[in-house]
């Protein structure tokens, strides 16, 4: 899954290498969410990578633009129907886990669903049975396979000492969070946090896709009063701009073994 260009990694380049490429703008697709972000054409991208068919979203919803959780997560649902069968889905981050620099990637073992607690869940309201159950379990939420592929790719490539395994949150934004929020959320277990993926995984879970994710830190969480530096946007979509063409190589790298699967 790619992102969009207020927020978030590479405005969807890895779609632009993809083979017997086919684009459909969003506002095409019935019923589809259309991107607020001014200049920016939501797209899904259809093609071939490495052998390997692919699906991209170029532009990408979250909770911060005013779409209900659902809203946002609908795509996934779009996928499921077209037959796809493992979602990657990645983002910008903040880390909160002392051990992460600037440009590291997490890839994310675990979640926890700060906005489920406040009532907040894609899967709420009437359950829709082609997709999945009412009560579905999430404590396998990411795929153990593909975390194990994501490691060995990173090994691969020579990039293990700035890879990690954590927990992610998401929280609504679109403000980033205070010193006291961040505090709490490094004593609840989380490593990152962001503004996307957790209601998008729930609902990949949901209808049984397997699920990549991993996190770009963009910056490091300030939980120091006596630090002034203040997380900013430029500073997240520039070092998303430094590491686009090493994620797109960690991700077509990790989409070449699911050929084999
Ligand atoms: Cl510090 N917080 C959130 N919620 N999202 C982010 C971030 C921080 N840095 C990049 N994305």
């Known amino acids: 899954m790619g992102s969009n260009e207020q927020n978030e990694l590479c405005p969807g380049s890895l779609a632009e290498y993809l083979e017997d490429k086919q684009c459909f703008p969003y506002e ?8 607020t972000v001014q200049g920016h054409k939501g797209q899904m991208v259809f ?7 692919v699906m991209c979203m170029q532009g990408r919803f979250h909770y911060y633009e005013g779409y209900p959780l659902w809203k946002c ?3 996934v ?3 499921k129907l077209v037959g796809v069968t493992h ?3 990645t983002n910008a981050a903040g880390g909160l886990n002392p051990r992460y620099k600037v440009g590291d990637i997490m890839m994310v073992k675990d979640h926890v669903n700060m906005m489920g607690f406040a009532g907040n869940n894609p899967l709420q309201g009437p359950n829709d049975d082609r997709f999945g159950p009412r009560f579905p379990p999430m404590n ?3 795929s153990t396979t593909l975390l194990d592929i994501g490691q060995q790719v990173a090994d691969e490539m020579g990039i293990n000492d700035i890879v990690h395994k954590g927990v992610y949150t998401c929280l609504g934004g679109p403000n980033f969070e205070t010193v006291a929020e961040l505090k709490m959320l490094r004593m609840v277990g989380v490593d990152a946090v962001g503004m996307s993926t957790v209601h998008e995984v729930i609902t990949a879970r949901h209808c049984d896709l397997s699920v990549f994710a991993f996190s770009l830190i963009t910056n490091q969480c300030v939980i120091d009063y006596e630090n002034h530096d203040e997380a900013n946007h430029e500073e997240v979509m520039d070092v998303g701009k430094a590491k686009q063409s090493l994620l797109q ?3 077509s790298r990790i989409v070449i073994r699911l050929k084999d699967m």
């Open 87 to 89: 979602l990657i889905a």
């Open 249 to 251: 190589d960690y991700v």
């Open 28 to 35: 095409e697709i019935p019923h589809f969410p259309v991107s």
């Open 77 to 79: 649902r779009v996928m």
């Open 73 to 75: 997560a609908m795509p």
């Open 47 to 53: 093609g071939i990578l490495h052998g390997v068919p």
């Open 140 to 142: 396998k939420a990411y």
